[in-house]
Nanobody, 129 residues
């Protein structure tokens, strides 16, 4: 079992909704930030949404702003991505990632080279017309 485990991916029609979850292992005592990424076939990985555990500040990619919502449960051990008004172009493998510390992957969210320590295996989201 990995330290981050995603679930909730599915096939859905355009306009529908899905909620992804990411369970955080007890071996990770705390997180500074948690992030949802996605990668579609033949495309580069894209950062979708970020949440900072202290204060719950959130950031979103322009492509999902207003449609997706990132959140954590009260224990900070489960990360969610509520996806509404899904579009064909949202089809991708979705990954959650995290770090305990204020590394570049947390503090420089627009830097594609920013690294995060913990990654899940991904969950597939397929949107059809």
């Amino acid at each position: 079992q990995g330290q981050l485990v995603e679930s909730g991916g599915d096939s859905v029609q355009a306009g529908g909704s899905l909620r992804l979850s990411c369970a955080v292992s007890e071996s990770i005592p705390s997180t500074y930030c948690m992030v949802w990424f996605r990668q579609a076939p033949g495309k580069e990985r894209e950062r979708v949404a970020t949440i900072y555990t202290v204060g719950s500040r959130t950031l979103y990619a322009d492509a999902v702003k207003g449609r997706f919502r990132i959140s954590q449960d009260d224990s900070k051990k489960t990360l969610y991505l509520q996806m509404n008004s899904l579009k064909l172009e949202d089809t991708a493998m979705y990954y959650c990632a995290a770090d305990q510390f204020a590394v570049d992957g947390c503090t420089r969210p627009r830097d594609p080279k920013g690294k995060l320590t913990y990654w899940g295996q991904g969950t597939q989201v397929t949107v059809s017309s």
